[in-house]
């Protein structure tokens, strides 16, 4: 918990509510909500709120794939085209 709270309405911000900015964090690990940085498949990371996207250390952004994406599509059987 953190002792900030809300302007507007004097909640308290939680780690939930810091959290929910970040895009794709489910993908992300060890994810530090006050410092935007995590981990991505044992690498570390950092989210840039000016582009809005997950990025190495070395400024290369994240792409995160599923294994769904990353299957090619069967194609139709050849022989109904004969």
Same mark, same amino acid.
């Given at each position: 918990?953190y ?5 507007? !309405?004097?909640?308290? /911000?939680?780690?939930? /509510? ?11 690990? !060890?994810?530090?909500?006050?410092? @935007?940085? @995590? =981990?991505y498949? @044992?690498?570390?990371?950092k ?9 190495y250390? !070395?400024n290369w952004?994240?792409?995160f794939?599923? =294994?769904s =994406?990353?299957?090619?599509?069967e ?8």
């Amino acid at each position: 918990m953190y002792l900030w709270r809300h302007l507007d !309405n004097n909640t308290q /911000v939680t780690d939930e /509510v810091l959290i929910a900015r970040f895009l794709d964090k489910e993908y992300i690990d !060890n994810l530090h909500s006050l410092k @935007g940085t @995590g =981990t991505y498949q @044992g690498k570390e990371v950092k989210f840039l709120l000016t582009q809005y996207c997950w990025v190495y250390l !070395n400024n290369w952004t994240v792409h995160f794939h599923s =294994t769904s =994406t990353l299957e090619t599509p069967e194609s139709p059987a050849d022989d109904d085209m004969a």
